[in-house]
């Protein structure tokens, strides 16, 4: 008992610094949204007349709502394949498409730009979430492929007993059994695409397709005031809120889909 009290000290010391590293902005950006103006702050953000809010909030639960599904769609496919099915090079596919993990998105912007401006979607939606699906599902797609690690094959070959085709299989019993990875897979992906600043930013030209990450400097001007100061950061907070909100809903998910792929059969 002597031995484990340190070590509980210790935790809970690292849990505390944690937690104050990550609070201590929210609360700076929480008081500058108040110290001038107070609370009307977040009305005049509210009913701005450039600043959309609610257009913005919109636009990015667009983005980031169907960035996820698709990401679901094919990260879970792909990491039933690399999991349960055999093909020739399937390791060293699978190698080849986490080493792009460690390509960033900014090393790629001047051919992207030019690629998705070439097709005719700048400007879009569509030209947006067609890159935000790309470098987000590969990191999904070693959460997918982790977590069908760890569900038996004897299911697979029960199932295939039974007449099952290999997309039977990943739909009626695989599939199933995947709730809390999916739920994380796409929360993280939301996560993810809501706070993307770069891709909108280089792919959105009109005010009215604005996320909120982009729409947010509507309220930046050249010569600011206290008060203008503040409602910037009353925006700012309430940028953040849905993608809390939607954490919060989903964090029983979220915590369990973590552990898929920790142990494997």
């Known amino acids: 008992m002597v031995t484990r009290i340190p070590a509980r000290v210790a935790m809970y010391a690292v849990l505390v610094f944690l937690l104050a590293l990550w609070a201590y902005p929210i609360a700076v950006a929480v008081w500058k949204s108040i ?19 609610w257009r913005a909030i919109g636009n990015s639960f667009l983005l980031a709502g169907v960035s996820a599904l698709v990401i679901m769609v094919i990260s879970s496919l792909a990491g039933y394949a690399f ?15 986490l080493a792009c993990l460690a390509v960033p998105v900014a090393a790629v912007v001047t051919p992207l730009f030019f690629s998705v401006n070439s097709v005719g979607l700048r400007d879009t939606y569509i030209g947006v979430i067609v890159p935000l699906v790309a470098f987000n599902v590969l990191m999904m797609l070693l959460i997918m492929r982790n977590h069908f690690d760890t569900l038996p094959d004897e299911l697979i070959e029960a199932a295939q007993l039974d007449g099952c085709g290999t ?25 993810y695409s809501w706070n993307e600043y770069l891709l909108p930013n280089l792919l959105i030209a009109s005010q009215d ?8 400097s509507l309220l930046q001007d050249n010569r600011m005031s206290q ?25 029983r998910f979220l915590q369990a889909g973590l552990t898929a792929g920790a142990v494997k059969s």
């Not at 999991?83 to 699978?94: D, V």
């Not at 009626?172 to 990875?181: D, E, F, K, R, T």
């Not at 008060?227 to 964090?251: H, K, N, R, W």
């Open 227 to 251: 008060e203008a100061i503040s409602q910037l950061y009353a925006g700012l907070i309430l940028m953040t809120i849905p993608s809390i909100v939607v954490y919060l809903i989903a964090q």
């Open 209 to 216: 397709k604005f996320p909120v990450t982009q729409a947010i």
């Open 35 to 53: 110290s001038v103006g107070g609370w009307n702050n977040y009305n005049v953000v509210l009913h701005h007349p450039v600043f959309d809010y």
């Open 167 to 191: 997309l039977r299989i990943y739909w009626a019993v695989l599939l199933p059994l995947s709730g809390p990875a999916l739920a994380n897979v796409g929360v993280l992906s939301f996560v």
């Open 83 to 97: 999991s349960k099915m055999r093909f020739a090079g399937r390791n060293l596919l699978y190698g080849l498409l």
